[in-house]
């Protein structure tokens, strides 16, 4: 085991003892990094990050990290305004909140992948119901049919279901959410969402309430599939079923597939800060993404992290 120095800390080139031994730390720093990480955004990915963080103190006890989850949309508000530099979304930031950011700092925001997940359509565990067409789920869940649906669905009998010919029960996350927007983008073609729709600020409320109801509908992220709901495959336009399971969720042929994001307050040329760098090189790290699979979500390809990497500068290449 040896050491090779490189801008003030070092990075830590292993013999096989830190594959057994993970306890390590992934980097040994000329100064172990301390400080507080100030995050504000997903609720999707709260308990990701806090996952991130207590490992991150397990390796660096002198870095401790404040979480807020007001939803995608604070992350974008905190990081325009300078009250964090670090933002987790799961969901893309949009045009405005982009030129919001570069209006206020004179550079663009940095757009990191970290983990890969879906929205999956969920009806309560014992649903005859195995899979809907995007134009019906649309049709469900819209009042405007932009998806190509023909007639507003809003009874089972509708969809042959006739023991249960009672109302659908549309349930989903509020517009603070960025599964709120990925679905009525993804889901809805873009159009609007039924007045009928209760809006939850959490995923976990949304699966608590379609597991109390055989008549309710409703998405959740991967990580909050529970034993009480049972996840819809969807149909493509050739009527080709493709579920919500992991290899799917990877490349992205799952149709309500995304990634979860962290955006990053990094100016042009400059370095990333002790606890930021030591929070990225566990996140982009074998066992980071150990912690994403383990908690739901689904682990990023080896060339998405190699990438993103490059792009930090975590392996000697400038951002």
């Known amino acids: 085991m040896f050491f090779v120095p490189s801008a003030g800390w070092y990075r830590l080139k292993q013999v096989g003892l830190c594959a057994v031994l993970s306890c390590l730390p992934l980097v040994v720093w000329a100064e172990e990094p301390v400080g507080t990480l100030g995050i504000v955004g997903s609720d999707t990915m709260a308990g990701l990050m806090l996952r991130w963080g207590e490992q991150l103190s397990s390796h660096y006890p002198g870095i401790r990290l404040q979480l ?49 997940d879906a929205l999956a359509v969920v009806v309560h565990r014992h649903h005859p119901l195995e899979s809907l067409s995007l134009e019906t789920l649309d049709a469900v869940f819209s009042t405007t049919r932009r998806c190509g649906g023909t007639t507003d669905v809003r009874r089972w009998d509708q969809l042959g279901i006739e023991d249960m010919g009672g109302r659908i029960e549309l349930h989903g996350r509020n517009p603070a959410s960025g599964s709120h927007g990925l679905f009525r983008q993804r889901a809805l073609c873009g159009g609007e969402y039924r007045a009928q729709l209760n809006e939850y600020p959490g995923a976990a409320a949304v699966a608590a309430a379609v597991t109390e109801s055989r008549e309710a509908i409703g998405y959740v992220g991967l990580n909050h599939l529970t034993p009480g709901v049972k996840p819809l495959a969807l149909e493509g336009p050739e009527g080709k079923r493709v579920a919500p399971v992991a290899e799917q969720v990877r490349q992205g042929t799952y149709p309500l597939s995304r990634s979860l994001l962290l955006y990053v307050n990094l100016p042009p040329g400059a370095a990333l800060e002790g606890p930021e760098r ?40 400038a951002l």
């Not at 974008?76 to 909140?97: D, F, K, Y």
Request: no cysteine.
């Open 68 to 116: 807020q989850t007001g939803g995608s949309a604070s992350a974008a508000t905190a990081l325009a305004a300078g009250t964090t530099r670090l933002g987790p979304m799961s969901r893309s930031m949009n045009e405005a909140e982009r030129q919001a950011f570069e209006a206020q700092h004179g550079y663009a925001v940095v757009e990191l992948e970290v983990a890969r």
């Open 278 to 317: 030591a929070l990225l090189e566990l996140i982009l790290s074998p066992e980071g993404q150990r912690t994403v699979a383990a908690l739901g979500f689904v682990a990023l390809a080896a060339e998405t992290i190699t990438t993103q990497r490059q792009r930090l500068g975590l392996d000697g290449a």
